[in-house]
């Protein structure tokens, strides 16, 4: 299913979208984290169409637990395309899908997530749940933040068809877990023993959506999370 959309999706999308691409050569090999903002149900869709690896998502639950037709046949999709669902509560009840995450960076596959836990409510970029910076220490792999831009213009929530307007999406220089880790615990990071403090949990995730603010241009909450304006 996943192949399939991706040729299916990728002609119309350079010939009638036309999206700005920046800095796709300088992204690393997988493993690697793609650490997304998130404005429209578009993200998902546009950014695995530009990428020519498969990239693995997290995605809410509430993909998965619909009813009737409708129901059934998101559920299908998006398990289909490797998708994991996600309770966005956060916290342990969201371990699950985190586990999943450092699953599928063992596999040495690229993994995708939208640190902001759901898409932006008003077009602003809100602050990064820490779970992002916990799988890159884990998995000991970079996180690439990524820009996308205009998808507001294209889609809003609750629309259905997508208006004519050109995407961008910007990959950011690649952010290491090592960089965080203090001198004295080098040799620990290295056996992959270290436990990373919340401070700099923190600190690497509000590292990450401040690159990805200067790249899309959005105006950046970073007192709140966005889930507190759905």
Not at 128 to 134: D, L, N, Q, W
Not at 177 to 184: G, W
């Amino acid at each position: 299913m996943y192949w399939l959309c991706k040729i299916i999706g990728t002609i119309p999308l350079f010939i009638y979208f036309r999206p700005k691409i920046k800095g796709l050569m300088s992204v690393p090999k997988a493993p690697l984290i793609f650490a997304s903002n998130h404005l429209s149900v578009l993200d998902s869709f546009v950014l695995p169409l530009v990428y020519y690896r498969k990239i693995y998502f997290i995605g809410k639950m509430e993909y998965f637990n619909g009813k009737g037709f409708s129901g059934w046949f998101k559920k299908f999709f998006f398990t289909s395309v490797g998708v994991t669902p996600v309770n966005r509560e956060g916290g342990s009840k969201a371990q699950g899908a985190l586990e999943r995450g450092f699953e599928i960076l063992q596999s040495k596959k690229p993994f995708g997530i939208y640190p902001e836990g759901t898409r932006s409510p008003d077009g602003r970029l809100y602050k990064g749940h820490t779970g992002v910076a916990r799988v890159a220490f884990r998995a000991n792999v970079p996180v690439v933040p990524v820009a996308m831009i205009n998808m507001r213009k294209i889609q809003l929530p609750g629309q259905y068809f997508p208006r004519p307007h050109r995407p961008g999406v910007t990959f950011c220089e690649a952010i290491y877990p090592a960089k965080y880790v203090p001198d004295e615990d080098l040799e620990s990071f290295n056996k992959g023993t270290y436990e990373p403090t919340r401070e700099i949990l923190r600190q690497m995730t509000d590292d990450i959506m401040e690159s990805i603010q200067k790249a899309s241009g959005q105006t950046y909450i970073s007192d709140h999370y966005a889930k507190e304006f759905k």
